[in-house]
Protein backbone atom coordinates (compact mmCIF):
# COMPACT_ATOMS: atom_id res chain seq x y z
CA UNK A 1 0.00 0.00 0.00
CA UNK A 2 2.87 2.39 1.35
CA UNK A 3 4.67 1.52 -2.30
CA UNK A 4 1.73 2.25 -4.37
CA UNK A 5 0.98 5.58 -2.65
CA UNK A 6 4.07 7.08 -2.81
CA UNK A 7 4.27 7.95 -6.73
CA UNK A 8 0.40 9.13 -6.28
CA UNK A 9 1.91 11.18 -3.68
CA UNK A 10 4.55 12.41 -5.78
CA UNK A 11 2.26 13.39 -8.61
CA UNK A 12 0.43 15.98 -6.26
CA UNK A 13 3.22 17.26 -5.39
CA UNK A 14 4.45 17.55 -8.92
CA UNK A 15 1.03 18.77 -10.24
CA UNK A 16 0.41 21.39 -7.05
CA UNK A 17 3.69 22.97 -8.39
CA UNK A 18 3.11 22.95 -11.78
CA UNK A 19 -0.19 24.85 -10.98
CA UNK A 20 1.46 27.36 -8.54
CA UNK A 21 4.16 28.11 -11.02
CA UNK A 22 1.69 28.04 -13.93
CA UNK A 23 -0.59 31.12 -11.53
CA UNK A 24 2.56 33.16 -11.02
CA UNK A 25 3.17 32.80 -14.52
CA UNK A 26 -0.19 33.98 -15.14
CA UNK A 27 0.45 36.80 -12.49
CA UNK A 28 3.14 38.46 -14.29
CA UNK A 29 1.73 38.26 -17.79
CA UNK A 30 -1.46 40.47 -16.19
CA UNK A 31 1.16 42.58 -14.67
CA UNK A 32 2.97 43.05 -17.65
CA UNK A 33 0.32 43.71 -19.66
CA UNK A 34 -1.65 45.91 -17.20
CA UNK A 35 1.98 48.21 -17.08
CA UNK A 36 1.88 47.87 -20.74
CA UNK A 37 -1.92 49.03 -21.51
CA UNK A 38 -0.58 51.86 -18.86
CA UNK A 39 2.52 53.11 -20.71
CA UNK A 40 0.62 54.03 -23.82
CA UNK A 41 -2.23 55.63 -21.76
CA UNK A 42 0.15 58.13 -19.77
CA UNK A 43 2.56 57.92 -23.24
CA UNK A 44 -0.33 59.99 -24.74
CA UNK A 45 -0.64 62.32 -22.27
CA UNK A 46 2.71 63.02 -21.57
CA UNK A 47 2.75 63.47 -25.22
CA UNK A 48 0.29 65.85 -24.94
CA UNK A 49 1.65 67.93 -22.79
CA UNK A 50 5.20 68.01 -23.63
CA UNK A 51 4.02 69.15 -27.32
CA UNK A 52 5.33 72.94 -27.30
CA UNK A 53 7.87 72.53 -24.06
CA UNK A 54 10.22 74.49 -26.16
CA UNK A 55 11.91 74.99 -29.26
CA UNK A 56 11.53 75.53 -32.66
CA UNK A 57 10.78 73.73 -35.49
CA UNK A 58 13.21 73.01 -39.18
CA UNK A 59 11.36 70.84 -41.98
CA UNK A 60 14.67 69.57 -43.21
CA UNK A 61 14.02 68.09 -46.92
CA UNK A 62 12.09 65.07 -46.58
CA UNK A 63 9.38 66.16 -45.38
CA UNK A 64 10.10 65.62 -41.14
CA UNK A 65 10.59 67.97 -38.90
CA UNK A 66 13.68 68.50 -36.16
CA UNK A 67 13.28 70.43 -32.92
CA UNK A 68 15.71 73.07 -32.03
CA UNK A 69 16.20 75.94 -29.34
CA UNK A 70 18.48 79.08 -30.01
CA UNK A 71 19.63 80.37 -26.34
CA UNK A 72 20.91 84.22 -27.32
CA UNK A 73 23.21 85.27 -24.34
CA UNK A 74 24.14 88.37 -26.25
CA UNK A 75 27.74 87.13 -27.59
CA UNK A 76 30.23 86.70 -30.47
CA UNK A 77 30.50 82.76 -29.49
CA UNK A 78 27.58 79.91 -30.71
CA UNK A 79 28.04 76.86 -29.71
CA UNK A 80 25.74 73.75 -30.93
CA UNK A 81 25.21 71.10 -28.40
CA UNK A 82 24.89 67.40 -29.82
CA UNK A 83 23.11 64.69 -27.74
CA UNK A 84 23.75 61.12 -26.60
CA UNK A 85 22.28 58.17 -27.86
CA UNK A 86 18.53 58.38 -27.28
CA UNK A 87 18.59 61.64 -25.18
CA UNK A 88 15.00 62.07 -24.45
CA UNK A 89 15.15 66.19 -24.45
CA UNK A 90 18.22 67.69 -24.97
CA UNK A 91 16.86 71.32 -23.96
CA UNK A 92 16.33 69.98 -20.17
CA UNK A 93 19.09 67.33 -20.46
CA UNK A 94 21.64 70.67 -20.94
CA UNK A 95 19.73 73.07 -19.25
CA UNK A 96 22.14 73.37 -16.14
CA UNK A 97 25.23 73.06 -18.24
CA UNK A 98 24.17 75.65 -20.73
CA UNK A 99 23.17 78.11 -17.63
CA UNK A 100 27.05 78.13 -16.10
CA UNK A 101 28.88 78.42 -19.71
CA UNK A 102 25.77 81.61 -20.20
CA UNK A 103 28.70 84.33 -20.37
CA UNK A 104 30.70 82.27 -22.75
CA UNK A 105 28.11 81.29 -25.82
CA UNK A 106 25.24 81.28 -27.35
CA UNK A 107 23.63 78.02 -28.20
CA UNK A 108 21.57 75.69 -30.10
CA UNK A 109 20.82 72.53 -28.81
CA UNK A 110 19.49 70.14 -31.07
CA UNK A 111 17.28 67.14 -31.25
CA UNK A 112 18.39 65.26 -33.91
CA UNK A 113 15.68 63.29 -36.09
CA UNK A 114 14.51 60.43 -33.69
CA UNK A 115 14.76 62.86 -30.54
CA UNK A 116 12.79 64.47 -28.07
CA UNK A 117 10.65 66.60 -29.55
CA UNK A 118 11.77 65.99 -33.42
CA UNK A 119 10.03 63.83 -35.71
CA UNK A 120 11.00 60.81 -36.76
CA UNK A 121 13.55 59.51 -39.58
CA UNK A 122 12.54 58.38 -43.38
CA UNK A 123 16.03 57.91 -44.31
CA UNK A 124 18.87 55.53 -42.48
CA UNK A 125 20.65 56.86 -40.01
CA UNK A 126 23.90 57.26 -41.70
CA UNK A 127 26.93 59.54 -40.63
CA UNK A 128 25.89 61.41 -43.89
CA UNK A 129 22.69 62.04 -43.72
CA UNK A 130 22.77 63.17 -40.24
CA UNK A 131 25.55 65.86 -40.79
CA UNK A 132 23.63 67.07 -43.83
CA UNK A 133 20.54 67.27 -41.86
CA UNK A 134 22.05 68.94 -39.05
CA UNK A 135 24.17 71.63 -41.54
CA UNK A 136 20.81 72.32 -43.29
CA UNK A 137 19.39 72.86 -39.84
CA UNK A 138 22.11 75.62 -38.99
CA UNK A 139 22.32 77.13 -42.66
CA UNK A 140 18.59 77.78 -42.32
CA UNK A 141 18.85 79.66 -38.91
CA UNK A 142 22.49 81.30 -40.00
CA UNK A 143 24.56 79.58 -37.69
CA UNK A 144 26.77 77.21 -39.26
CA UNK A 145 29.79 78.96 -38.09
CA UNK A 146 29.75 77.42 -34.66
CA UNK A 147 31.80 75.73 -32.01
CA UNK A 148 30.39 71.93 -31.84
CA UNK A 149 29.91 70.20 -28.39
CA UNK A 150 29.30 66.96 -28.24
CA UNK A 151 28.39 64.04 -25.60
CA UNK A 152 28.78 60.35 -26.00
CA UNK A 153 27.51 59.06 -29.29
CA UNK A 154 27.44 62.93 -30.86
CA UNK A 155 31.32 62.81 -30.89
CA UNK A 156 31.12 61.02 -33.72
CA UNK A 157 28.97 62.77 -35.78
CA UNK A 158 31.09 65.93 -34.61
CA UNK A 159 34.17 64.62 -36.56
CA UNK A 160 32.27 63.47 -39.63
CA UNK A 161 30.51 66.75 -39.76
CA UNK A 162 34.26 68.69 -39.05
CA UNK A 163 35.75 66.89 -41.90
CA UNK A 164 32.31 67.44 -43.95
CA UNK A 165 32.54 71.17 -43.33
CA UNK A 166 35.91 72.16 -41.79
CA UNK A 167 35.83 75.97 -42.55
CA UNK A 168 32.70 76.15 -40.91
CA UNK A 169 33.49 74.45 -37.31
CA UNK A 170 35.56 76.80 -34.89
CA UNK A 171 35.96 74.45 -32.53
CA UNK A 172 34.95 71.01 -30.83
CA UNK A 173 34.05 70.00 -27.35
CA UNK A 174 34.02 66.30 -26.46
CA UNK A 175 32.01 65.16 -22.59
CA UNK A 176 33.23 61.97 -22.51
CA UNK A 177 32.76 61.55 -26.45
CA UNK A 178 32.94 58.46 -28.66
CA UNK A 179 35.62 58.09 -31.31
CA UNK A 180 35.00 55.74 -34.15
CA UNK A 181 38.17 53.26 -32.98
CA UNK A 182 36.40 52.57 -29.59
CA UNK A 183 34.76 49.48 -31.71
CA UNK A 184 38.36 48.01 -31.93
CA UNK A 185 38.54 47.70 -28.50
CA UNK A 186 39.20 43.69 -26.87
CA UNK A 187 35.68 45.00 -25.29
CA UNK A 188 32.27 42.89 -25.74
CA UNK A 189 30.54 45.70 -24.76
CA UNK A 190 31.94 48.09 -26.94
CA UNK A 191 31.25 46.06 -30.46
CA UNK A 192 28.57 47.32 -32.25
CA UNK A 193 26.70 44.54 -33.43
CA UNK A 194 26.34 43.33 -29.40
CA UNK A 195 24.91 46.55 -28.17
CA UNK A 196 22.12 46.42 -31.41
CA UNK A 197 21.42 42.84 -30.41
CA UNK A 198 20.97 44.19 -26.54
CA UNK A 199 18.79 46.51 -27.65
CA UNK A 200 16.28 44.40 -29.37
CA UNK A 201 15.99 42.71 -26.76
CA UNK A 202 15.71 45.49 -24.40
CA UNK A 203 12.78 47.25 -26.80
CA UNK A 204 10.31 44.81 -26.02
CA UNK A 205 11.06 43.58 -22.35
CA UNK A 206 12.25 47.07 -20.97
CA UNK A 207 10.37 49.68 -22.93
CA UNK A 208 7.45 48.44 -25.14
CA UNK A 209 6.46 46.83 -21.74
CA UNK A 210 6.10 49.75 -19.69
CA UNK A 211 9.04 48.58 -17.31
CA UNK A 212 11.12 51.68 -18.23
CA UNK A 213 8.76 54.18 -17.18
CA UNK A 214 7.92 52.43 -13.31
CA UNK A 215 11.92 53.05 -12.92
CA UNK A 216 11.94 56.27 -14.46
CA UNK A 217 9.17 57.89 -11.99
CA UNK A 218 11.07 55.82 -8.98
CA UNK A 219 14.37 57.63 -10.18
CA UNK A 220 13.00 60.75 -11.29
CA UNK A 221 14.14 62.52 -8.36
CA UNK A 222 17.49 61.69 -8.69
CA UNK A 223 17.44 62.88 -12.66
CA UNK A 224 15.91 66.23 -11.57
CA UNK A 225 18.43 66.72 -8.99
CA UNK A 226 21.16 66.62 -11.71
CA UNK A 227 19.74 69.04 -13.23
CA UNK A 228 18.82 72.14 -10.58
CA UNK A 229 17.74 74.68 -12.74
CA UNK A 230 14.96 73.05 -13.84
CA UNK A 231 12.06 74.27 -12.23
CA UNK A 232 7.93 74.45 -11.92
CA UNK A 233 6.21 73.11 -15.05
CA UNK A 234 9.88 72.93 -16.92
CA UNK A 235 10.46 70.22 -14.11
CA UNK A 236 6.87 68.37 -14.85
CA UNK A 237 7.51 68.52 -18.81
CA UNK A 238 11.06 66.91 -18.13
CA UNK A 239 9.55 64.39 -16.55
CA UNK A 240 6.86 63.88 -19.13
CA UNK A 241 9.52 63.19 -22.08
CA UNK A 242 12.04 60.63 -19.53
CA UNK A 243 8.85 58.54 -18.77
CA UNK A 244 7.94 58.50 -22.46
CA UNK A 245 10.87 57.65 -23.55
CA UNK A 246 11.94 54.33 -25.50
CA UNK A 247 13.75 52.84 -28.11
CA UNK A 248 12.04 53.94 -31.50
CA UNK A 249 12.34 52.67 -34.74
CA UNK A 250 14.94 56.00 -35.70
CA UNK A 251 17.21 54.91 -32.69
CA UNK A 252 16.57 51.13 -33.81
CA UNK A 253 18.14 52.25 -37.22
CA UNK A 254 20.80 54.74 -35.81
CA UNK A 255 21.93 51.57 -33.49
CA UNK A 256 21.85 49.53 -36.42
CA UNK A 257 23.85 51.81 -38.18
CA UNK A 258 26.77 51.93 -35.58
CA UNK A 259 29.13 49.58 -37.25
CA UNK A 260 29.16 51.03 -40.26
CA UNK A 261 29.25 54.73 -39.13
CA UNK A 262 32.47 53.79 -37.25
CA UNK A 263 33.85 52.10 -39.99
CA UNK A 264 33.23 55.06 -42.43
CA UNK A 265 34.96 57.51 -39.69
CA UNK A 266 37.51 55.08 -38.76
CA UNK A 267 40.47 56.57 -40.12
CA UNK A 268 38.97 59.96 -39.51
CA UNK A 269 40.95 63.03 -37.53
CA UNK A 270 39.78 66.36 -36.37
CA UNK A 271 40.81 69.15 -39.33
CA UNK A 272 43.75 71.11 -38.31
CA UNK A 273 42.04 74.23 -38.49
CA UNK A 274 39.72 72.91 -35.76
CA UNK A 275 40.77 73.15 -32.03
CA UNK A 276 39.27 70.27 -29.76
CA UNK A 277 38.64 69.85 -26.16
CA UNK A 278 38.30 66.25 -25.21
CA UNK A 279 37.16 66.16 -21.39
CA UNK A 280 36.65 62.75 -20.35
CA UNK A 281 35.02 60.66 -17.63
CA UNK A 282 38.26 59.06 -15.40
CA UNK A 283 35.57 55.79 -14.51
CA UNK A 284 36.10 55.09 -18.11
CA UNK A 285 39.19 55.93 -18.65
CA UNK A 286 39.47 53.42 -15.65
CA UNK A 287 37.35 50.28 -17.84
CA UNK A 288 39.04 50.84 -20.68
CA UNK A 289 42.94 51.53 -20.60
CA UNK A 290 42.98 52.86 -24.44
CA UNK A 291 40.06 55.49 -23.95
CA UNK A 292 42.12 58.85 -23.51
CA UNK A 293 44.62 56.95 -26.38
CA UNK A 294 41.85 56.88 -28.91
CA UNK A 295 40.97 60.29 -29.11
CA UNK A 296 44.64 61.84 -28.48
CA UNK A 297 45.08 60.07 -31.68
CA UNK A 298 42.39 62.06 -33.77
CA UNK A 299 43.32 65.30 -32.68
CA UNK A 300 45.91 67.92 -35.24
CA UNK A 301 45.58 71.39 -33.96
CA UNK A 302 48.03 72.49 -31.51
CA UNK A 303 45.72 74.20 -29.24
CA UNK A 304 43.83 71.06 -28.66
CA UNK A 305 43.95 69.14 -25.13
CA UNK A 306 42.94 66.06 -24.11
CA UNK A 307 41.43 66.36 -20.19
CA UNK A 308 40.57 63.30 -18.17
CA UNK A 309 38.29 64.75 -14.86
CA UNK A 310 36.65 62.50 -11.44
CA UNK A 311 33.03 61.61 -12.92
CA UNK A 312 30.92 59.32 -14.89
CA UNK A 313 29.78 59.30 -18.36
CA UNK A 314 27.22 61.79 -18.25
CA UNK A 315 30.10 64.53 -16.99
CA UNK A 316 27.43 67.26 -17.20
CA UNK A 317 25.53 65.56 -14.57
CA UNK A 318 28.07 64.24 -12.32
CA UNK A 319 30.85 66.63 -12.68
CA UNK A 320 29.28 70.10 -13.80
CA UNK A 321 31.45 72.30 -12.04
CA UNK A 322 34.34 70.32 -12.97
CA UNK A 323 33.22 70.33 -16.69
CA UNK A 324 32.46 73.96 -17.40
CA UNK A 325 35.72 74.85 -15.67
CA UNK A 326 37.71 72.94 -17.65
CA UNK A 327 35.58 74.61 -21.02
CA UNK A 328 35.68 78.01 -19.64
CA UNK A 329 39.49 77.71 -19.15
CA UNK A 330 40.04 76.28 -23.22
CA UNK A 331 37.47 79.01 -24.43
CA UNK A 332 39.50 81.27 -22.40
CA UNK A 333 42.94 80.26 -23.59
Given at each position: MNS????????????????????????ILLLVAVLAIRHRICSKKDRAFAA????????????VKMNYTIIDNGLEDTAVILPGYGCPTVRYEFDSFITELRDQYNFVLVEPLGYGLSDGAVTERSVKNYCEELHSLLDFIDRSKCTLIAHSIGGLYALNYAN??????????????SVPRQGDMDNATSKPENVYKLYKIMRPLLYDSGINRVLCELSFEQTAAQVPTLKGEDLQKAKALYCMAGINDTLMDEMRMLGTNFKTCHDMKFPESVPVLYVLAKSNCDMMPEWEGLHKEIVTNPESKVVVIEGEHYLHFTSLQKLVSEITAWHNR
Amino acid sequence: MNSESTPKKKHIVLRTILKILGIILLIILLLVAVLAIRHRICSKKDRAFAANAYGEYYTTADGVKMNYTIIDNGLEDTAVILPGYGCPTVRYEFDSFITELRDQYNFVLVEPLGYGLSDGAVTERSVKNYCEELHSLLDFIDRSKCTLIAHSIGGLYALNYANMYPDEVQGFIGIDASVPRQGDMDNATSKPENVYKLYKIMRPLLYDSGINRVLCELSFEQTAAQVPTLKGEDLQKAKALYCMAGINDTLMDEMRMLGTNFKTCHDMKFPESVPVLYVLAKSNCDMMPEWEGLHKEIVTNPESKVVVIEGEHYLHFTSLQKLVSEITAWHNR
